[in-house]
């Protein structure tokens, strides 16, 4: 099965590309000279998310980033690594942090499991869960509290990302930049706007407020 798999994605290779230069003869060479993507995208690594596909998006217009479950961790240089080459070099103008419904590791978080060496990245997920204990121990049906919990952690990660140095700069520079949180369905396709849009430092002040006052 193993080898046959293997195979097969080399098979599929080659008939991607067969049907890409049929339909436009300069389809890679067009891609060689490089990418001007407008969006960088934070999501799950989960093979159920794929990110192109989900928004219907050609190579060369999503620069991505995966890890589990969605975070922005303020410490981890591969995200900051990707994300300061997305904003200065790039110059994208949009951010989004996209969870999905029936996450692992929100769930692993939520359920207080231990499954090895994961724990020490899920225990940013439990630090969010502690934020919202009072809204989440609330919701008795399991899986609503597992959806809110997806919702509630990628808008936690959309304040995080808005709050690292990288993005505060280019505000500060009025750079054109939008930070946005979705959570996508993975049995229906769909994406659930979360209406948390951060434009600048102003609306970033705003929401804080308002959990401030919740």
């Known amino acids: 099965m193993g080898k046959e798999f293997y195979k097969k994605m ?16 300069q389809y890679f060479k067009k891609l060689e000279n490089g990418q001007s993507p407008p969006l960088l995208w934070i999501g799950c690594a989960d093979s159920r ?3 192109n596909e989900i928004i219907g998006a050609e190579p060369g217009e999503v620069f991505v980033h995966r890890n589990i479950a969605n975070l922005v961790v303020h410490t981890d240089m591969n995200m900051l690594s990707v994300l300061d080459y997305a904003v200065n070099a790039l110059k994208i103008e949009h951010i989004i942090v996209c969870g999905h419904y029936g996450c692992g590791g929100v769930k692993a978080a939520m359920e207080n499991q ?11 997920i439990k630090d ?7 809204e989440l121990d609330a919701i008795e049906d399991e899986k609503m509290r ?11 990660q959309v304040y995080d990302m808005a709050e690292t ?9 009025n750079q054109k930049l939008t930070v946005h949180g979705w959570a996508y369905g993975v049995g229906t396709g769909i994406v659930n706007d ?12 705003e929401v804080y407020q308002l959990k401030f006052e919740e």
């Open 49 to 51: 998310v794929p990110a």
């Open 128 to 134: 969010v869960y502690m934020i919202y204990k009072k």
């Open 165 to 173: 140095s990288i993005v505060q700069n280019a505000w500060r520079n």
């Open 194 to 205: 979360l209406g948390v849009n951060l434009m600048g430092n102003d609306d970033l002040d």
């Open 10 to 25: 080399l098979d599929n290779n080659k008939k991607w590309v067969e049907r890409r230069l049929s339909e436009d003869e």
């Open 114 to 124: 231990s499954i090895g060496l994961i724990d020490n990245w899920i225990r940013h």
């Open 146 to 156: 597992w959806d809110r919990f997806v919702e509630l952690n990628v808008k936690e």
